[in-house]
């Protein structure tokens, strides 16, 4: 309250006749016009602030944004307060009941009009993060037959104001649509609904940025990124420390069939030591975690099998414990537990040391964050950044406080990999993007083309190593055949 707060419009690029208006409604009302406007909140309480773009032609955009403002405490005067957000999240599918209907199942997912694939094994899965607002969820379980397909669908609409709840949908798909067929199948799916806390900061002479996305004009198609910054109009256009460029190029090396056990997770690093990405791999519901050796070239070689206190559905692999030799970290998202298991260079990992999971987590990424040899555990929850470390023995060390160039990753559609891909201490998300074939990376400056899979083949997972040795991390991705393709990233 009483603290001016400046809030700007973001644009990639200039489009001539842009109209920026703001509207601000909650205890106070206010209206304003231009790029960047000046708050100052006399008030406490919780703001609703609707920013709209329109552009020459007539067409308009908005963008709303929550505000909680209260009185600050001593300790906390000067800070501000950011915009509360919401997540909807997909933490349960499961099929209940199947008597013939089948067992080839594609199940999906479209949130006003965003459409995505769900993968079993990538449970909870985020749908939505912003503000409350009105929206509409569309579950569909299609089960693909020679003849025709079987096919249900479930709704749920969502209105303000939401509660943090659980929502049960249930599909009964029927054999050949034919309701009185005794052939059916029972799918059970549970959606959860959970306000992110507001987060208060110490305001910085940079005034916040909107991310708003242009209006369609005749002379650009504008992302939502921000309006300072190099222009990448090289898809291979990365950036690295101190704000130098680098150009980067991916190649296609190979595509490496695992063993037929149905694998649907992976994770990549050197569990041995010499430099190379070695690769982790479970199935879906499975507690067994299957070692390969990696050769350097993208092909890998199966050295044994252990099983976890566990049914990972996230594989993480780096050296944790700063012994040279990488670890695995183990997720169960569905039954919020994780494990530890320390490797040597035989490939023999420790028994699995029990992790907790932070509250509210719903991502997690390995990344080396200071100048010890072990990697950090950054988990991404709704309140910011927790990054732990760990002792040679596997003890774990919580941050008090995540470092502050730290970048909070928004959610991104899965199957994705978090990974410090251009070198600057903070990580991006490469994404496996609705263009089939497609992956994709999220850059402060825009989204690029990271690399495209032969003849356009879906992936399930990817991860991010130096397969090659070179020091550069590469892209691995498995496909939904349980192959590994293997992307060599290089400087041209």
Same mark, same amino acid.
């Given at each position: 309250v009483g603290e001016p707060t400046a809030f700007r419009v973001g644009l990639e690029e200039e489009v001539e006749g842009i109209e920026v208006s703001w509207r601000l409604s909650g205890p106070v009302a206010q209206e304003f016009q231009g790029r960047e406007i000046t708050v100052t909140f006399t008030e406490p309480g919780t703001y609703r602030l609707v920013v709209t773009v329109r552009a020459p032609q007539g067409e308009e955009c908005q963008v709303e944004h929550t505000v909680k403002v209260s009185t600050p405490s001593p300790q906390e005067e000067g800070a501000v307060v950011s915009p509360m957000t919401f997540e909807l999240r997909l933490i349960v599918a499961e099929l209940l009941e199947n008597t013939g209907v089948g067992s080839d199942w594609n199940l999906t997912f479209e949130v006003n009009g965003n459409t995505g694939a769900i993968e079993l094994g990538s449970l909870p899965l985020l749908l939505y993060a912003g503000d409350e607002r009105e929206i509409a969820i569309r579950i569909r379980a299609v089960e693909e037959d020679e003849g025709k397909a079987d096919i249900a669908e479930a709704l749920l609409s969502l209105t303000p104001p939401w509660q943090e709840k659980t929502y049960d949908l249930d599909l009964i798909v029927y054999e050949d649509g034919v309701q009185e067929s005794e052939k059916f199948a029972h799918w059970h799916f549970i959606l959860e609904t959970a306000a992110g806390a507001a987060e208060v900061?110490?305001?910085?002479?940079?005034?916040?940025?909107?991310?708003?996305?242009?209006?369609?004009?005749?002379?650009?198609?504008?992302?939502?990124?921000?309006?300072?910054?190099?222009?990448?109009?090289?898809?291979?256009?990365?950036?690295?420390?101190?704000?130098?460029?680098?150009?980067?190029?991916?190649?296609?090396? &190979?595509?490496?069939?695992?063993?037929?056990?149905?694998?649907?997770?992976? *994770?990549? @690093? !050197?569990?041995?030591?010499?430099?190379?990405?070695?690769?982790? &791999?479970?199935?879906?519901?499975?507690?067994?975690?299957?070692?390969?050796? *990696?050769? @350097? !070239?993208?092909?890998?070689?199966?050295?044994r099998s252990f099983g976890a206190d566990l049914k990972p559905e996230q594989l993480l692999v780096a050296d944790f414990n700063g012994d040279t030799f990488g670890d695995i970290v183990a997720v169960s998202w569905s039954t919020q537990k994780a494990e530890l298991f320390l490797c040597s260079n035989h490939f023999s990992p420790s028994f699995a040391m029990p992790l907790g999971i932070p509250q509210g987590a719903w991502e997690v990424y390995a990344q080396q964050l200071n100048a010890s040899p072990g990697f950090e555990l950054i988990w991404l929850t709704r309140k910011g950044p927790v990054v732990w470390s760990f002792l040679p023995q596997g003890n774990v060390i919580e941050w008090m406080k995540a470092p502050r160039d730290l970048s909070f990753v928004m959610p991104t559609r899965s199957p994705f990999v978090l990974a410090d891909f251009d070198a600057d201490g903070m990580p991006e998300a490469a994404y496996y993007s609705d263009n089939p074939g497609d992956v994709c990376l999220n850059l402060v400056d825009g989204e690029i083309i990271l690399a495209t899979t032969p003849g356009g083949v879906s992936l399930s997972q990817l991860a991010a190593a130096d397969v090659d040795g070179d020091g550069i991390l590469d892209l691995l991705g498995l496909d939904q055949l349980g192959r590994v393709h293997t992307w060599r990233l290089y400087v041209p």
């Open positions: 900061v110490e305001p910085t002479s940079t005034s916040p940025e909107l991310p708003v996305q242009t209006p369609p004009s005749q002379n650009s198609e504008v992302n939502s990124v921000p309006e300072e910054g190099p222009s990448t109009s090289e898809p291979e256009a990365l950036r690295s420390p101190g704000e130098q460029r680098v150009e980067i190029a991916s190649e296609w090396i &190979a595509v490496q069939p695992l063993p037929p056990r149905g694998f649907t997770v992976i *994770g990549a @690093g !050197d569990l041995d030591g010499d430099g190379r990405a070695d690769l982790a &791999a479970t199935s879906f519901g499975s507690a067994l975690i299957t070692l390969f050796k *990696g050769v @350097g !070239d993208g092909s890998f070689t199966e050295k």
